[in-house]
């Protein structure tokens, strides 16, 4: 890497994951001095695509619990993506909660993620300000 900046450390850790070098992208990310939400979101998401749920979720919760970054949408989607998968319906309950408390808007993306309980498919869908065909 010629230039260490944010958006190449961001890049190659997406790179990694794509590439299923999970143990580099973890180590590359750890060394990192500056971290931001894009940093955070990238690696909350090639965790949970290389099929390492849990620990996208351990991810998750020091980023927005210890290092207080506050998530985007991207990186919401994500992490209950990866709840539903490992049946971590607790877990998305929490972050449905964080998902409240911080006042996101539930937009088509994040509404419509799979929450995997039925009994809160009406809540998600009265709180989700667009509506279109997948809602």
Do not use: P
Not at 62 to 68: A, H, N, V
Not at 100 to 109: G, K, P, T, Y
Not at 115 to 122: D, E, F, H, L
């Amino acid at each position: 890497m010629i230039e260490r900046n944010l958006g190449s450390w961001n890049s190659v850790i997406n790179g990694l994951t794509r590439n299923g070098e999970v143990d580099k992208a973890i180590e590359l990310f750890e060394r990192m001095v500056e971290k931001n939400v894009v940093s955070w979101t990238t690696m909350v998401h090639g965790l949970s695509m290389n099929g390492m749920h849990e620990k996208a979720l351990e991810t998750f919760f020091k980023m927005i619990e210890e290092e207080g970054v506050r998530t985007n949408d991207l990186t919401l989607v994500s992490i209950l993506s990866a709840c539903v998968k490992i049946r971590a319906f607790e877990r998305g309950m929490r972050i449905h909660s964080y998902i409240s408390s911080n006042r996101f808007c539930l937009n088509v993306a994040l509404g419509t993620t799979k929450y995997g309980q039925i009994q809160y498919a009406s809540h998600v869908f009265d709180d989700t300000e667009e509506k279109d065909i997948c809602t």
